[in-house]
């Protein structure tokens, strides 16, 4: 095994609906809303982290090829959440391949069991995906237009016996129609990662654009477009994955 390649995919992430993806900071300021979404120390800009693009793509992933149906068969699996881990190898469990493969492309975290013969099996994480901060266009066209780069969403639920609003709520969100510069790297160590590169990290980009990305997706936040930019052949492969059918 040795490094025979590295593909690059980069190009734009382009919001189709309001994004929030949370900083973690809920300790309420005067004026301030409930929930800010992250963003970079120095510039305040917001920023989506790759950590929330990997993790997404894999959860989707693990759900399409049949990773986490599997899990919930098994008590002590439904305990990881149906997590491809290495401990689903060593059980009584359809889908082994999948598992090995999703793996191989976003590794096993820390602690998870994973013994020397399967480390060598799989070797080092494939894909790495970098933090993905606004474009340089849109910023420019951002402040000719003087738009906000978040805007504040208010929310409350409905009392369905009285049927007034209660407990409202103000969510930040970066808006629709922003853009986001993004690049992923995927390692080539031997000629059938050629394969997972197709089967697992294209197919996990598009599923996503079926999905949403952050919170709140089932209310229509994180609704994303990805456009692959410097590789026409790449771009036309990715348009023409079909998931289904």
Known sequence: MRLLEVKEIRGKIILKTGLHIGSGNMEMQIGGTDNPVIKHPYTNEPYIP????????????????????????????????GLASPKMLKSNFDGKEHVINILKVFGAGAGEGMSEELSMKIGPTRVSFSDC?????????????????????????????????????????????????????????????????????????????????????????????????????????FENIKLWG
Do not use: C
């Open 50 to 81: 790759g950590s929330s693009l990997k993790g997404k793509i894999r959860s989707l992933l693990e759900l399409y090829y049949g990773v986490v149906a599997q899990a919930v068969l098994s008590e002590d699996l439904r305990k990881a959440g």
């Open 133 to 237: 901060f606004l474009n340089e266009e849109f910023i420019k066209e951002a402040e000719q237009k003087r738009w906000s780069y978040v805007e504040v969403k208010s929310e409350n639920r409905i009392n369905r016996i009285t049927g007034t609003a209660e407990h409202p709520r103000f969510i930040e969100r970066v808006p629709a129609n922003a853009k986001f510069n993004f690049s992923i790297y995927f390692k080539i160590l031997e000629k059938e990662d050629n394969n997972l590169f197709k089967d697992y990290l294209l197919k996990g980009l598009k599923l996503l654009e079926y999905d949403s990305l952050g919170s709140s997706g089932s209310r229509g936040y994180g609704k994303i477009k990805f456009e692959i930019e410097g590789d026409e052949n790449l771009k036309r492969e």
